[in-house]
């Protein structure tokens, strides 16, 4: 907040008397009841609170799950079948809450990252509350991922084992790595032992790490969909305006989510994670949950040796790490000084393929690398690179990107949908 | 199916199952309605309790179901006194006692169904080699669900002309790769319908697929129940938290 801390209208002498001494009600009133917000955000700005409201849901489903739950690799399926899912109270209404909360909660993310991109989100000021952002979805990430292990169904268990090997591609040190992360010489109890310890810890990462980006983001205030600086006119208190807009938007989404929950709960699980962890039985097709297909298909693009010093194996860990740290550099890379796809007539269309790409390299990850899945795998590799190292920079050179507006008066807005009523 | 047409409209056709309609993978499963399908869906009790009568004299012969516990008999609507009959016909390990003896009692309802084999070994031994698989979870392990597995139970046949059998194998176009260790295990009137119904092989595997259904989601109607009530109070929700949005935001007009 770069404005001075207003007091909040206090009633009761009490809690005046408790923020003289500890101003945690003035440092909520002013950054969630006062705190200036523009008055033209539209729904895409829902999915940030959506998905803080989301981490909450994972947290409190996954205390409780915990005190019902067994990390044990002999006991661990069946205290979630055969104890969570029939014999716990409600246990199959948490459990359902969690598995499909993970899925929830990377849409929303997703759909608030490509909002992010579309309308220059990451730029000057905002490059920290980007790259934060990018923190927490490597958080969300690892979290994930160790969750998914921790029913110790089949599809847990090979996941882990292709996941874990990953790491045995870094040269010299590889196989001992790995072996060091199992914590013996293949996926085993000590490795569920240990993603369990990592699992609880790493939610409270992302809190905090959401708490840095929240305090980032009340720096300069949120980015708009005309993507210009507003004045303080054009900028009305976060409540009641945007805790109405919240509650509503999150009505909306559970919905969606009570939908999964209710009526198609095993939608996302695959079929093999009910059949308990069995070393001797390889899954026909190792799929990893939707919301890593797009970086499976990158990791499994690359079929072939860098200049004979980067073996295949190495090459796609380092294509599938690579595509998510590029999005550290992103504010860099983009060199147009427009925020807003909306002024950006060439942008717009680059941004809308790259959607396409990601959606395809989903795809291909759901699929074998073989054939013509390999090849869109591939091209849409190249391409997911090609935007970011070389079609952002060029970009903002060449593109000549249309008047911006000085305020949301501006007549420069006049006769299009932008225009608010004045 | 069910779970590829809700994935793909969520538009997340992404986690479709690939490739199941390569030869290797099986014939496509027959589609059949099931009367636990939909939003409305729930089990039907009549086929329930002949279904377990199904998997009581025919699958549980090889096959354990150890999520299966006798008082869990309630759910297809058995009552007290038949699940406590039902149980008292098997027979239990149970101790060590006070002289540190294990001993053997009658079941009681709060008991695990018991597996046919003491363990896996002797489930292989007496199988030909292959292992027969816990039921408990079977619907939902297998692509396809319900209907998989009744398309397996009234799949096999002769195999097609000139294919080369496995030993110890028998033909089902259903199964993945075509032969199953699993011998044909329905053939009509191979049990007695309590209730008199014909019981021919199409009829015992609807309602030995319906149990199993209902064995791998016990909470289906509770669920289905509690949607409703969720999704109705929601969509209330929505509805004022719109029109009070819309009631706040005019102030800025």
Not at chain 1, 314 to 334: E, K, R, T
Not at chain 2, 53 to 61: D, I
Not at chain 2, 121 to 129: D, F, I, K, L, V
Request: aromatic residues 16%.
């Amino acid at each position: 907040m770069s404005t001075e801390m207003q007091k909040p209208p206090f009633k009761s002498g009490v809690l005046r008397w408790i923020d003289e001494r500890l101003p945690v009600l003035t440092w909520a009133y002013n950054e969630l009841v006062v705190y200036p917000a523009p008055r033209n955000l539209n729904y895409w700005w829902n999915f940030g609170s959506l998905a803080g409201i989301m981490l909450v849901v994972q947290i409190m489903t996954g205390v409780i799950l915990v005190m019902f739950y067994t990390p044990h690799a002999d006991l661990a399926f069946d205290s979630v079948e055969g104890y969570i899912m029939r014999d716990v109270n409600w246990g199959w209404l948490l459990r359902y809450i969690h598995a499909n909360g993970a899925s929830m909660f990377f849409a929303l993310v997703y759909i608030h990252i490509f909002r992010g991109l579309y309308y220059g989100s990451y730029k000057k000021p905002r490059e920290l509350l980007w790259i934060l952002g990018v923190v927490i979805l490597l958080l969300m990430m690892a979290t994930a991922f160790m969750g998914y292990v921790l029913p110790w169904g089949n599809m847990s268990y090979w996941a882990a084992t292709v996941i874990t090997n990953l790491f045995s591609a870094i040269p010299l040190v590889g196989e001992p790595l790995v072996t060091w992360l199992w914590g013996g010489f293949t996926v085993d109890n000590p490795t569920l032992q240990r993603f369990f310890s990592l699992h609880y810890l790493l939610p409270f990462v992302i809190f905090a790490m959401v708490f840095l980006h929240l305090l980032a983001l009340h720096q300069f205030g949120s980015n708009n969909p005309l993507g210009i600086d507003l004045s303080k006119k054009d900028k009305i208190p976060f409540h009641p305006y945007y805790t109405v807009k919240d509650v509503f938007g999150f009505c909306v989404f559970l919905l969606v989510y009570g939908y999964f929950v209710f009526y198609a709960p095993t939608a996302f699980i695959s079929p093999t994670n009910f059949i308990p962890a069995d070393p001797l039985q390889t899954p026909t097709h190792i799929v990893p949950e939707w919301y890593f297909l797009p970086f499976y298909a990158i990791l499994r693009a690359i079929t072939f040796d860098f200049l004979w010093i980067v073996p295949a194996k190495l090459g796609g860990v380092i294509a599938m790490f690579a595509s998510i740290f590029v999005l550290f550099f992103l504010p860099w890379l983009d060199t147009s000084k427009v925020r807003s796809a909306r002024f950006r007539p060439i942008y717009k269309w680059f941004f809308w393929l790259l959607v396409i790409d990601v959606l395809v390299l989903g795809w291909a990850g759901a699929n074998p690398p073989e054939g013509w899945y390999l090849v869109a795998a591939q091209l849409g590799t190249l391409y997911y690179f090609l935007h970011f190292l070389v079609i952002l920079p060029m970009l903002g050179k060449i593109e000549r990107p249309l008047p911006l507006p000085s305020s949301l008066s501006d007549p420069v807005l006049r006769g299009t949908r932008s225009q608010p009523a004045s | 199916m069910r779970r590829m047409l809700i994935v793909s409209l969520a538009a997340f056709a992404l986690a479709g199952t690939p490739g199941d309609t390569r030869a290797a993978e099986g014939a496509r499963p027959l589609d059949r309605d099931w009367p636990q399908e939909g939003i409305f869906g729930t089990f039907d009790r009549a086929a329930l309790q002949r279904g377990f009568q199904v998997f009581k004299e025919v699958c549980a012969a090889c096959h354990a179901a150890k999520y299966l516990r006798f008082r869990d008999l309630a759910g297809i609507g058995l009552d007290q006194q038949t699940i406590k009959a039902i149980a008292s016909e098997y027979t239990v390990l149970d101790g060590p006692d006070d002289s540190g003896e294990m001993f053997e009692r009658p079941a009681k309802p709060f008991d695990v169904f018991p597996s046919p084999f003491p363990n896996p070994q002797a489930a292989r031994a007496a199988n030909g080699g292959a292992l027969p698989v816990d039921l408990s979870l079977i619907v939902k392990a297998r692509e396809g669900g319900d209907d998989y597995i009744y398309s397996l139970l009234v799949g096999y046949s002769d195999p097609p002309e000139g294919e080369e059998g496995l030993e110890g194998a028998y033909y089902n176009r259903y199964f993945p790769g075509g032969w199953i260790a699993m011998p044909p295990p329905l053939s009509d009137d191979i049990i007695e319908y309590a209730d008199g119904t014909p019981a021919t092989v199409e009829q015992m595997a609807a309602d030995v697929t319906q149990f199993l259904a209902w064995l791998a989601e016990p909470e289906l109607e509770e669920r289905k129940q509690l949607g409703l009530k969720f999704m109705l109070f929601v969509l209330v929700m929505t509805g004022i938290f719109y029109a009070y949005k819309r009631r706040v935001w005019s102030r800025l007009h």
